[in-house]
């Protein structure tokens, strides 16, 4: 495993990193790292959210959706 130390970093923030690290149960140092993991992590597919947000178990079909017919184009030459 690699180690960091991080310099000049300030008061306000050290205290804020201390209230997020006691609100979720762990030390200031696992804080920091999830945070520097979910910054330097692949995004979330949007396919992933997506599904989670309008999927079958919330009441919204997608295959339906698919199913309409596409419009006709404005015809300019009339």
Known sequence: MANLSVRKLDKNAYKQL???ASK???S???EAR???YQAVSAPERISSVFQRY???ENG???D???QRKPHQPMDFDK
């Open 34 to 36: 999830q945070i520097i």
């Open 28 to 30: 200031m140092e696992e």
């Open 18 to 20: 201390r209230i997020r």
């Open 64 to 66: 339906k959706l698919n």
């Open 24 to 26: 979720h149960g762990v």
């Open 54 to 56: 309008f999927g079958q």
């Open 60 to 62: 919204i079909d997608l």
